[in-house]
């Protein structure tokens, strides 16, 4: 065969490999099995292990409760599930989290939103994060379809004391 040939399918089969490697989880932990959606290996690391549901992991700067809510796209009842247990046990901190795209799990629910059902996903964040008035107004920002609204809101939150 031809060098190039062979360079190349090496070059795509190490890619292949390097790739295969970095979506493994080489230590499950506690995102690994919320995105999952192992809630007895969740309860296991919290209850039993004392895992910190509200930790920031330096790879893509999320948490579990960003995991949690990936996990609601995919299996909306297993996922809503996981995001109430997070939060029952301390992942009010996570909320508002940003991670490397600057999402929080509140921006995540949001993209989630399908219909009225999925109010209550957004509710439980809503209530127990409580998000501050800037995050809440670029989240509406992000949602308005009408780029006057999103102006308006920017401007109203510029000139209102914040709460």
């Known amino acids: 065969m031809n060098k190039k040939i062979i360079i190349m399918l090496l070059t795509l089969f190490i890619s292949t490999i390097t790739l295969d490697l970095f979506s493994m989880d080489l230590e499950p932990d506690l995102r690994t099995f919320a995105r999952r959606g192992d809630m007895a290996r969740v309860k296991e690391l919290v209850q039993e292990n004392g895992a910190d ?84 107004v670029e989240l509406i920002c992000d949602r308005a379809k009408d780029p006057a609204i999103a102006c308006l809101l920017r401007y109203l939150l510029k000139t209102r004391p914040s709460s």
Request: charged share 30%; with cysteine; hydrophobic share 35%.
């Open 53 to 136: 549901v509200s930790e920031i992991h330096e790879d893509w700067d999320t948490t579990a409760l960003h995991s949690a809510i990936c996990l609601s796209l995919r299996e909306k009842e297993k996922g809503r599930a996981m995001v109430k247990y997070l939060l029952q046990h301390g992942a009010q901190e996570s909320v508002c989290v940003r991670d490397q795209r600057s999402l929080t799990p509140l921006h995540m629910a949001l993209k989630t939103w399908k219909s009225e059902t999925d109010i209550d996903l957004l509710q439980m964040l809503l209530e127990s994060g409580r998000p501050s008035k800037e995050l809440l």
